[in-house]
């Protein structure tokens, strides 16, 4: 599986999976119960299957390397600061000219689907990915 799929099959923030985990894991639902042993061994499946030498104190923060890692991401930090971020290009001298510099940091999603050509594209694939129905070319039903 390509990536950029990988990404658009996600449908839940890691917050939401850790709450969504622990719910699993706090509850009496479970069909066989969940005891100590169990719970650690979840925790380092989850933890090898991104590095081995991890330590899984924080779920949320080790499932996001997980979909990282499908995803073909790399971060340089795990925090969302919200603040500008500055772009350092090298391409076509249009592309340079339009990225180089300090941005808000939404631009960056907007300048790089401009870039590949994914405006509409990426919503439509992401939205199949998803099962809903999508009408390909919105003009010609």
């Known amino acids: 599986m390509d990536p950029p799929t990988e990404l ?18 706090e509850g009496s639902d479970c069909a066989t119960g969940v005891n100590d042993d169990e719970v650690v061994e979840l925790v380092s499946l989850i933890a090898t299957a991104v590095d081995e030498t991890r330590d ?18 790399d971060w340089t930090t795990i925090g969302h600061v919200g603040t500008d971020v500055n772009l350092y290009c090298k391409g076509p001298l249009i592309f340079e000219r339009m990225c180089k510099g300090v941005h808000e940091n939404t631009y960056l999603n907007k300048l790089m689907t401009m870039f590949l050509g994914l405006e509409h594209q990426q919503e439509l694939e992401t939205m199949k990915h998803r099962n ?3 009408l390909e070319d919105p003009l010609n039903f």
């Open 56 to 73: 899984l104190e924080d779920v949320m923060i080790e499932l996001g390397h997980v979909i990282s890692l499908r995803a073909a991401i």
């Open 8 to 25: 658009q099959l996600q449908n839940m923030s890691t917050e939401a999976m850790q709450a969504q985990l622990e719910d699993v894991l």
């Open 132 to 134: 809903v129905t999508v």
